[in-house]
């Protein structure tokens, strides 16, 4: 089964920007949809942005105009580009497969993710 390793989290002031690496082992990245999720403290898993095999992306609203995903399928790795980062910001950010089969929304395997602090 494929895992997970994000890394690229860190300490950054309110307006600032960070990128963050997702890192996928295996040899089928290419072929996987992905998505980038957060959580708060006390808070369940939020969907920020996906992309599709294709390279097509999609945003929450939250984060439209600010973060950016993107993917290096030669390097399995994916990317979230965040910029303008507010203290709202702040979680534990995760990497995740995801695929919609028989109707069913389903994702991979979560890895420990990367912390992200924005200070005010």
């Known amino acids: 089964q494929v895992q997970f390793v994000e890394s690229g989290g860190c300490l950054v002031q309110r307006g600032g920007s960070l990128r963050l690496s997702c890192a996928a082992s295996g040899s089928q990245f290419n072929t996987y949809d992905m998505a980038w999720y957060r959580q708060a403290p006390g808070k369940q898993h939020e969907l920020v942005a996906t992309?599709?095999?294709?390279?097509?992306?999609n945003y929450k609203d939250f984060v439209k105009g600010r973060f950016t995903i993107s993917r290096d399928n030669a390097k399995n790795t994916l990317y979230l580009q965040m910029n303008s980062l507010n203290p709202e910001d702040t979680a534990v950010y995760y990497c995740?497969?995801?695929?919609?089969?028989?109707?069913?929304?389903?994702?991979?395997?979560w890895g420990q993710g990367t912390q992200v602090t924005v200070s005010s």
């Open positions: 992309i599709t095999s294709g390279g097509s992306t």
């Open positions: 995740n497969s995801w695929r919609i089969a028989n109707g069913a929304f389903t994702l991979g395997s």
